[in-house]
């Protein structure tokens, strides 16, 4: 040990005896930080990582390591010491290991250099520490591959300049047959192939943050083999000058056997996929709890299958192995429950045809083009999942996403699979699920109360529809299978002492027939399992389908794995093609995933009784009807979504608002809400596409810039709620053109207040109609800053008991049915002219819920438009990316209040905020001087720490000789 010791110190002395270490290293280092800040635009990416930093070190690993180990054996053999070294007491294995210690730290010196540079963007941003270690570590590895090739090389030659290019040479090798460059040649197959070969599609996969074992043996192996060959080479210089002995022979034949087992471990190991760790923040890539707890629930077998071609989009072609890699994970979790498979329709007329006609797959053309030709691939890049009858298809829209630096530059790259393949799993086995027995997927007791009163205060169309009841509910407590129990109460007997607490509990109040028929009574349907309380409404038919349509839905609503209903509101659509109508078809695309999304206007009164939540986006002059409906459903213990603003922003051939009554007024003031008449204005904000024109000579050229636009508020950070996973995900969130939201807190005193999404605190507000941008007078924003800036509250959560609206006053289907009466019926018409029995099953019957549950919600939003689709267009534009933000806030905000957690767990994981914090340009040019400034200092240090070694060493080597 001590004399590996004094080899690998005399070797990293020696490499500081002359100025071009610190040239090389210099240089390393100045590439690095180049290659950081203006090759990969770091503050540009605005995400706080260090990817730029290790995207180029496969490259830059190779010209650094073939400059540092040129010399190792080539200035031996050209000194002629390396006789004397071979002929010494010191074993040859002994000065291959040394020599090999003394280039890795050589290397990690220059990684050293390069830790302030992680330090720094950790202080600004929360940056996931998980890539940055694996990123250090796969440097190191692969760096080891490299000396070990460097030292064989330079032990090949005794010129140095020749082992430089001979390393360069093999290690670039290396690196190419795994890169794009020539994987990009073959089928996703061959490509897979090729790339378990390359340094630097291994070591991509560690700087993701995923220590694999396989990874970390293949650099070992490259070690162990140069290792093992520059040990053999020297053994052969000892022997060149004596005849062949049966002891030379079996180290070659040993030699081959030990670089035989480095090869065919690559092989061994290749199916093992479990030995790895995952060392990202949240484990992004690796299958989650709430994943597994979904395989849990399958009890027939599952297809996942495939259908990839060969022949497909250099960009798309590197990401199906890792497709593969991970339903290969969902095969091992599932047990034998999921069966994977991967084809390519294109080599098999029978699947191409069974893709097209059962699953509506086809190929889907994809442009390419280099600077020689353009073409169009017409590829495969579908996923079904199958699962009993039903089945889901995910397309490459679904699995992808794409960003644009610019026409020529694309990142394609997989848009969080794991949450997409786990939804299409849930909604086939919700769907599956929905056409059997609800009660299967209970396992606790589940009670139906009916409190009604007697049937001599009944109305008759209700006396009937009890019968009706009664008969339907023996038959659901035979298929119940034990887990309901029914129970009917009078509220109105012992004195209405029952009366009196479903007032207190529900809201619940006699209800009364019409106003031709004002004698009171009570209705009511309740479902209680354990905490939970569903009121089951009553169907505006008294038919028995219409009530088995009623009550199964509660069921579902209480039963866990069903598919949940979202009912949504949505304004006309508008035929002026001067001002375009606002279309939400990509919120209903994306809701639509794992749940099913219904749209009704609610002008019947009330919102239909499979409804679990109800969304309103962008509300105009709600009539009372509608009110109503909102109003009891939440008085029934639903939650209520809404998007709404006093103000409209058309999006056409200009920026036009306008004031809007959102009918929502006096109903959100009731509930201690308060949507004030103004818009936020935000420093802190996107950018807007803005023509500008510019003079080139006599010639006027208009073009689109990115300008601050002060009604696109950037919140971020402390601006989104880190405690509700609604928001602690997101990262970011564009609001446009929002108004900012009041909460009375002594109305809401008893209710649990939860702000969602807040403004920066160099927000304003404004009631100016005037939303186009004037950068000639307000050139920083555009805008006038009159209003002091604080921060704004722009989407607030309100959860607890409400009292309704409508308390005390008469239902608005009462009147709205007496005027429809009235108006149907002629005057000189006899009074029993309509038959009896149609007319009882048709009357509505007029009950107000007086106060909601416990687990009545109202999520507010105070923007129409955020997730309308020309704002997302526009949005998408200037960003070079497909924004898509607004659509994972509804989509967490649904989840969370449908309490699917587990869904909203998974596309939670990995969106941690990443963003920089906002800097000035001086600011990052101060930054990225500084770096190099740290850099230089760094190298100095370096060179006087070695100087003063050498010093001493000096002085020591006197003091003997003075001493002798």
Not at 98 to 123: D, E
Not at 172 to 187: E, I, R
Not at 722 to 728: D, K, M
Not at 915 to 922: A, D, I
Request: charged share 20%; aromatic share 10%.
């Amino acid at each position: 040990m001590k004399e590996f010791q004094r080899i690998a110190q005399k070797e990293f002395s020696l490499f500081f005896a002359s100025p071009a270490a610190m040239l090389f290293l210099g240089a390393f280092l100045a590439i690095t930080l180049f290659v950081f800040f203006w090759v990969e635009t770091f503050f540009a990416r605005n995400i706080a990582d260090v990817r730029p930093l290790f995207s180029w070190m496969p490259i830059l690993m190779i010209f650094l390591v073939a400059a540092l180990t040129m010399r190792s054996w080539s200035e031996e053999r050209r000194s002629g010491s390396l006789e004397t070294l071979l002929t010494s007491p010191v074993s040859p294995l002994t000065l291959v290991l040394g020599k090999f210690a003394a280039g890795m730290a050589l290397v990690g010196v220059a990684l050293a250099l390069t830790l302030p540079l992680p330090l720094t963007v950790s202080i600004l941003g929360p940056m996931d520490w998980g890539p940055v270690i694996g990123g250090y570590l796969a440097t190191l590895f692969l760096a080891a591959a490299y000396v070990s090739i460097g030292l064989f090389t330079s032990a090949r030659t005794d010129n140095p300049i020749v082992a430089l290019i001979l390393t360069t040479l093999v290690c670039s090798a290396f690196y190419l047959v795994g890169s794009p460059t020539l994987t990009n040649l073959f089928d996703h197959s061959m490509a897979h192939f090729l790339s378990l070969l390359g340094t630097g599609s291994r070591f991509e996969s560690i700087t993701r943050g995923i220590l694999d074992f396989r990874d970390l043996y293949y650099y070992a192996a490259i070690v162990g083999i140069f290792l093992t060959l520059n040990l053999y080479s020297l053994e052969k210089l000892r022997w060149q000058d004596n005849p062949d002995t049966p002891i030379h022979k079996q180290r070659g034949r040993l030699t081959g056997l030990v670089l035989a087992n480095l090869v065919v471990g690559n092989i061994w190991l290749a199916p093992i996929g479990w030995a790895r760790i995952d060392m990202t923040q949240g484990a992004i890539y690796s299958l989650s709890p709430a994943t597994a707890s979904y395989l849990e629930r399958i009890r027939e077998p599952l297809l996942i299958r495939g259908y990839f071609s060969a022949k497909t989009h250099p960009l798309l072609a590197p990401l199906v192995p890792r497709l593969k890699d991970l339903l290969q994970e969902y095969a091992v979790a599932g047990h034998e429950q999921i069966r994977v498979e991967f084809v390519d329709p294109q080599q098999d007329t029978a699947l191409e045809e069974e893709a097209a006609s059962r699953f509506g797959i086809r190929p889907v053309p994809f442009q390419m083009a280099n600077r020689y030709q353009s073409s169009v691939v017409n590829a495969y890049f579908d996923l079904v999942i199958a699962y009993g009858d039903q089945y889901e298809v995910l397309g490459y829209r679904d699995l992808i996403e794409i960003k644009a630096g610019s026409e020529q530059d694309l990142a394609v790259e997989l848009k969080n699979p794991e949450y997409a393949i786990t939804g299409a799993i849930r909604k086939t086995l919700t769907a599956y699920q929905g056409g059997g027995n609800p009660f299967e997927s209970f396992d606790r007791a589940i009670t139906f109360n009916g409190y009604m009163s007697a049937d001599d205060k009944l109305p008759k169309s209700l006396v009937d529809f009890k019968g009706e009841l009664k008969s339907f509910l023996d038959e659901l407590t035979v298929k119940s299978q034990g887990h309901l129990t029914v129970k009917f109460s009078d509220p109105e007997a012992n004195g209405g002492q029952l009366g009196n607490e479903l007032e207190k509990r529900f809201g619940f109040g006699p209800q009364i027939a019409s106003l031709f028929d004002p004698k009171p009574f009570w209705f009511y349907m309740v479902l209680e399992s354990g905490t939970d309380t569903i009121q089951v409404p009553l169907p505006q038919e008294l038919t028995k389908p219409a009530l088995s349509k009623s009550v199964e839905a509660a069921i579902k609503r209480l039963a866990p794995g069903f598919l949940k209903t979202i009912t949504m509101v949505l304004p006309e659509r508008s035929f002026n093609p001067g001002m375009p109508g606002k279309e939400y078809t990509r919120v209903k695309e994306i809701l639509g995933g794992n749940a099913r999304v219904n749209e009704n206007n609610l002008m019947a009164g009330q919102v239909p009784e499979e409804t679990d939540l109800l969304m309103v986006l962008g509300p105009k002059e709600l009539k009372e009807e509608q009110l109503f409906a909102i109003d009891q459903f939440l008085m029934q213990g639903g939650s209520v979504v809404l998007a709404a603003s006093p103000y409209d922003v058309t999006v056409g051939r200009s920026l036009t608002a306008t004031k809007v009554d959102t009918g929502l007024k006096d109903w959100l003031a009731h509930m201690g809400i308060t949507l004030e008449e103004t818009m936020v204005l935000d420093a802190q904000n996107d950018a807007l596409p803005i023509p500008v024109q510019r003079q080139l000579g006599p010639i006027t050229v208009q073009e689109i810039r990115m300008l601050p636009y002060g009604f696109f508020a950037d919140v971020r950070q402390s601006g989104l709620n880190p405690e509700i996973p609604i928001t602690s995900g997101l990262g970011q969130l564009t609001v446009n053109w929002p108004s900012p939201i009041t909460v009375d807190s002594q109305k809401n005193k008893d209710r649990k207040v939860i702000t969602l999404l807040t403004s920066s605190e160099k927000s304003w507000v404004s009631d100016d109609l005037d939303v186009v941008p004037n950068y000639q007078a307000f050139p920083e924003l555009g805008f006038a800053t009159d209003d002091p800036p604080k921060p704004r509250v722009l989407a607030t959560l309100v959860e607890g008991r409400f009292d309704s609206f409508f308390k005390g006053k008469p239902s608005p289907l009462l009147k709205a049915d007496k005027e429809a009466k009235d108006k149907d019926t002629p005057k000189d018409a006899p009074k029993d002219s309509e038959d009896p029995t149609k007319a009882e099953s048709k009357k509505t019957i007029g009950g107000v819920i007086d106060r909601s549950g416990e687990s009545a919600r109202i999520i507010l939003i105070a923007s129409e438009g955020f997730s309308e689709d020309n704002i997302l267009d526009l949005a998408s534009q200037g960003m070079g990316t497909v924004y898509s933000k607004p659509l994972e806030f509804l989509q967490n905000t649904v989840d969370w209040s449908l309490e699917d957690r587990d869904l909203l767990s998974i596309r939670s994981r990995g969106h941690f905020s990443r963003t920089l914090e906002q800097m000035e340009q001086s600011q990052r040019m101060a930054l990225e001087y500084l770096h190099y400034g740290i850099a230089v200092l760094g190298l100095v240090s370096v060179w006087f720490w070695r100087r003063r070694a050498r010093l001493l060493e000096h002085a020591r080597y006197q003091s003997i000789l003075s001493g002798g």
